[in-house]
Nanobody
């Protein structure tokens, strides 16, 4: 199995920046893709950005041009660099990893890290 631990959240003013980190442990050799999701109060969890083992990245339209996901397979850790933050970026950010398990795949979640953007 894969375990994930996030760090780097906090309180920032609108227009500011933060970098989130997610360190993976366990069966990290089996990781297929990693990503970041967020959940605002009263809303469903949504995908923010994802990156494959080969480095292909995808972003939600709302964060394109402002957020950058990157991955260090050697550590292994995934990062989310966030700039030009807006109050609507506020939420709990969760790291996710999809990994091979038997003949299929499974997903693992971190505990979440709070990001609060003040106006």
């Amino acid at each position: 199995q894969v375990q994930l631990v996030e760090s780097g959240g906090g309180l920032v003013q609108a227009g500011g920046s933060l970098r989130l980190s997610c360190a993976a442990s366990g069966s990290t050799f089996s990781i297929i893709a990693m990503g970041w999701y967020r959940q605002a109060p009263g809303k469903q969890r949504e995908l923010v950005a994802a990156i494959s083992s080969g480095g292909t990245a995808n972003y939600a339209d709302s964060v394109k041009g402002r957020f950058t996901i990157s991955r260090d397979n050697a550590k292994p850790t995934v990062y989310l660099k966030m700039i030009s933050l807006k109050p609507e970026d506020t939420g709990v950010y969760y790291c996710n990893a999809d990994y091979r398990w038997g003949l299929g795949s499974m997903g693992s979640w971190g505990q979440g890290t709070q990001v609060t953007v003040s106006s």
